[in-house]
């Protein structure tokens, strides 16, 4: 059983940070990308950022030189630094990784997600 777990969300004024973490626990083989993705009521699930293993990133052109994330391979743990906060920022941001098995290989995993309110 893999689990993913997102911490750090809240309330934030516009022009503000917030460091979002999310650890992944469990039985598992490697973990390969991990990322960040964010959902509004009322739309589709969108991609904020992703970070291979190895270390290659993508970003969403909205967060481009606002958004950092980062990984800590020994610690599992995938991090969203997200600086000068928007109000369309406002979102609930689940955490992904893409993970080996030993039953599986390649396999997503989902958060529960964390809320980030932006206010203006």
């Known amino acids: 059983q893999v689990q993913l777990v997102e911490s750090g969300g809240g309330l934030v004024q516009a022009g503000g940070s917030l460091r979002l973490s999310c650890v992944a626990s469990?039985?598992?083989?490697?973990?390969?990308?991990m990322g960040w993705y964010r959902q509004v009521p009322g739309k589709q699930r969108e991609l904020v950022a992703t970070?291979?293993?190895?270390?290659?990133?993508n970003y969403a052109e909205f967060v481009k030189g606002r958004f950092t994330i980062s990984r800590d391979n020994a610690k599992n743990t995938v991090y969203l630094l997200m600086d000068s906060l928007k109000p369309e920022d406002t979102a609930v941001y689940y955490c992904?990784?893409?993970?080996?098995?030993?039953?599986?290989?390649?396999?997503?995993?989902w958060g529960k997600g964390t809320l980030v309110t932006v206010s203006s």
């Open positions: 469990g039985s598992f083989v490697r973990i390969n990308t």
């Open positions: 992904n990784a893409n993970i080996n098995t030993v039953a599986v290989w390649g396999m997503d995993f």
């Open positions: 970070i291979a293993r190895g270390g290659s990133i």
